[in-house]
C-alpha cells in the first residue's frame, strides 16, 4: 500500500486535472498516473456510480470496479447488476461480509435491529459495509468515489482530492463538481443503465430496509435512516471525510 501523502503531493495530482469537471480526464489522469492493478471505484450502483462506470469501461480504463451486497439490497439492485454485463460484457467484481459476523449480529440483536437504536445500526453497517470495504481496498493506492458536493453539507466541503487516514490510501471524487441533473443528462444522452428506482423517487439507493423514496422539497439524505436525527447519515464508509 501507499505510503502516506503529503498535502503537497495531493494538491500536485489535483492540479494535474485540467478540468476539475471534467470526469473522463480525471479518470483518464488516475489511470496515467498510479500503477496498474492499483486503483479502483466502489459503486453502490446508484445514478453517480452508473456514470462513473460507464466511463471506465468505455475507455477501458485499468480501474477496478466493485460493489458491496450486504445481502438487504433491493431486487432491482440484482437486476441492474445483470443489465449491466449485458450492456457492457463485463461485471462488477462483488464483495460480501463475513457470514459468522452477520450470524451472531443477526442472532444476537435481530434482523432488523438497526431501527432501535444508532449503535445497532451502526454495527450493522460496520459488518455488512465497512468491513467488506476494508477488503476491496487491500492492495489499493487510489480509491474512486461517485460522492457529490450537493449531496450533503458535510460533502460540500470536501476537496477533490484527498488523503484517507483510515484505509491509509488517496481518495478521488471525479463527479464532486456535478449537479444531479448533470448526471441525469449524461446517463440519457449516453443511455446507461440505471436502477429504475430513481424513477419512484429514490434518490441515495442502499439496503432495502433502510431505504426510501424522499419527498418534494426533502434533503437527498432524507431517504438514508430517515429514523434516525439528522445528523447522523452516513454509514462509516467515508468517515475520513465526512465527520459524524
Not at 471534467?22 to 459503486?43: G, Q
Not at 476491496?136 to 458536493?149: D, E, P
Not at 448526471?183 to 434518490?203: C, E, M, S, T, W
Amino acid at each position: 500500500m501507499s505510503s502516506v501523502w503529503t498535502a503537497e503531493r495531493l494538491q500536485q495530482l489535483q492540479a494535474g486535472f485540467a478540468d476539475p469537471h471534467d470526469a473522463e480526464a480525471i479518470l483518464k489522469a488516475l489511470a496515467a498516473h498510479f500503477p496498474a492493478h492499483t486503483i479502483c471505484f466502489s459503486s453502490s450502483l446508484g445514478w453517480e456510480d452508473q456514470v462513473i462506470t460507464d466511463m471506465i469501461w468505455k475507455a477501458q480504463l485499468p480501474i477496478e470496479i466493485f460493489t458491496l451486497d450486504t445481502g438487504r439490497l433491493f431486487p432491482e439492485t440484482y437486476s441492474l447488476m445483470e443489465r449491466l454485463h449485458e450492456h457492457y460484457g463485463k461485471r462488477i467484481r462483488v464483495y460480501f461480509p463475513d457470514a459468522a459476523r452477520v450470524e451472531q449480529l443477526v442472532n444476537e440483536r435481530g434482523p432488523n435491529c438497526f431501527y432501535t437504536s444508532v449503535e445497532n445500526r451502526k454495527l450493522c453497517c460496520q459488518i455488512r459495509k465497512v468491513e467488506p470495504l476494508a477488503r476491496a481496498l487491500q492492495g489499493m493506492q487510489c480509491w474512486v468515489t461517485g460522492i457529490r458536493a450537493e449531496q450533503s453539507p458535510e460533502r460540500s466541503h470536501l476537496p477533490q482530492v484527498e488523503w484517507d487516514e483510515v484505509h491509509q490510501i488517496v481518495k478521488v471524487h471525479p463527479l464532486l463538481h456535478w449537479t444531479l441533473d448533470e448526471v441525469k443528462a449524461y446517463i440519457r444522452q449516453h443511455r446507461v443503465p440505471y436502477n429504475p428506482l430513481h424513477d419512484k423517487g429514490f434518490v441515495s439507493i442502499g439496503c432495502a430496509p433502510c431505504t426510501r423514496a424522499i419527498r418534494p422539497g426533502e434533503d437527498y439524505r432524507a431517504g438514508r435512516w430517515w429514523w434516525e436525527d439528522q445528523t447522523k447519515k452516513e454509514c462509516g464508509l467515508h468517515v475520513s471525510s465526512i465527520k459524524n
